[in-house]
Structures are given as structure tokens and as C-alpha cells.
């Protein structure tokens, strides 16, 4: 496991008990998952139903992340590119630990979008995969907007200096996170397809 994908401590107020004893690994379970392919699978299942992808889907939307935020130019950017950098240093794996924590509401606030790539890809005999990734792209403000939802509502949960830092930064993050979107569904079709 890569440094993004390590969990790390956090401040959404589920941090284990470090008096409890480690928890001990069942045996793993079979491989139910859908198979690749399988257009009638949600996104859920085609993207985080097995481990392995589940991992690499992480760290793809890691670097995603990173190069996102370490990009542009100007005062927001030099911002932007401060913080994501005090981030990793203070907690190293953080960024991976959230994308993890969030990505099966990111998944299921975005299937709508794959819902109707399925249905256009069949009735006009394309593939859904590119389909979704050309509406995602193609309605970033919309996109941008339930991915915002999702990180609102997350939010909610968390401790206290880190909703007031949130709040500080959240209405600087809306079009980020749209200029994001095209480069998040390029990464969802990578991994559709490989599935």
C-alpha cells in the first residue's frame, strides 16, 4: 500500500481507541463482484467492490488530487498549493484516508450520471464507459455540486477545528472541484474499464 492509500489519523471523530487490541483479519471473502463488463452493475460495484481495485482507484484519485492542487498559478493557486502541502506534512495519508472515507457516497451521489450512460450506450450502441465519462465532463457544474453535497454532509460529523477550516475554504472550493471533474471522470473510466 502506498503512502496515499495508508490510513492516518483524522479529525472526523473515528479515530480507533489506541487501548483497544488490534482488530484481527477474517478470512477473506470470495470475489462476488460483478465482472468486467457488466454494464447492469452500479458504480459502486464495478469500482469498489474488489480490494485491489479499490486501492488503485484510491491512489489514481490521490494523484488527481495532487496534481490539482499543486497546479495554477496566482495568489489562489500559491494558496491552495500552501495548504495541500501543510496537510501531507502534518498528517501524512490523510488525503488517501478521506478519499477512502468518501468514496462510496462520492460513487452513489454519481450514479445518476452512470444510470444514464447505460441507458444512452445501449440504446445508441455505445460504450457506457465513455458515455459516463463524457457526461460527468460534459455537466461538471452539476457533478461538481453532488461532490460538494458529499463533502458537506461529511463534514457534519467531523470535530470542530476542522468544520471551521472547512467553512473557511468552502465557497473558494466549487470551481477547483469543477475544474477537477473532467480529470475525476477520465480516472472513473480508467477504471471502468478495467474493472
Known amino acids: 500500500m502506498t503512502d496515499h492509500a495508508q490510513r492516518a489519523p483524522d479529525d472526523f471523530g473515528d479515530e480507533p481507541d489506541p487501548a483497544s487490541p488490534a482488530p484481527t483479519s477474517p478470512a477473506p471473502a470470495p470475489d462476488t463482484s460483478p465482472a468486467r463488463g457488466d454494464d447492469a452493475a452500479t458504480l ?12 488503485v482507484l484510491m491512489e489514481d ?94 463534514i457534519r460529523g467531523a470535530r470542530m477545528p476542522l468544520r471551521v477550516a472547512y467553512k473557511t475554504v468552502r465557497g473558494e472550493a466549487e470551481q477547483p472541484v469543477r475544474d477537477a471533474v473532467p480529470g475525476l471522470a477520465e480516472v472513473f473510466e480508467k477504471h471502468l474499464r478495467r474493472g
Open 61 to 154: 484519485c490521490c494523484a488527481l488530487i495532487e496534481k490539482q492542487a499543486t497546479a495554477g498559478r496566482g495568489l489562489r493557486a500559491a494558496t491552495v498549493r500552501a495548504s495541500y502541502r501543510s496537510v501531507q506534512k502534518m498528517k501524512p495519508g490523510l488525503v488517501g484516508y478521506i478519499v477512502g472515507k468518501f468514496m462510496p457516497q462520492v460513487l452513489e451521489a454519481l450514479e445518476p450520471w452512470w444510470e444514464r450512460a447505460r441507458v444512452d450506450a445501449s440504446a445508441n450502441g455505445g460504450d457506457a464507459e465513455g458515455t459516463f465519462r463524457n457526461a460527468l465532463a460534459g455537466d461538471a457544474n452539476r457533478a461538481a455540486d453532488a461532490l460538494l453535497a458529499v463533502t458537506d454532509a461529511q
Open 44 to 55: 459502486h460495484e464495478r469500482l469498489w467492490a474488489r480490494e485491489a481495485g479499490r486501492l
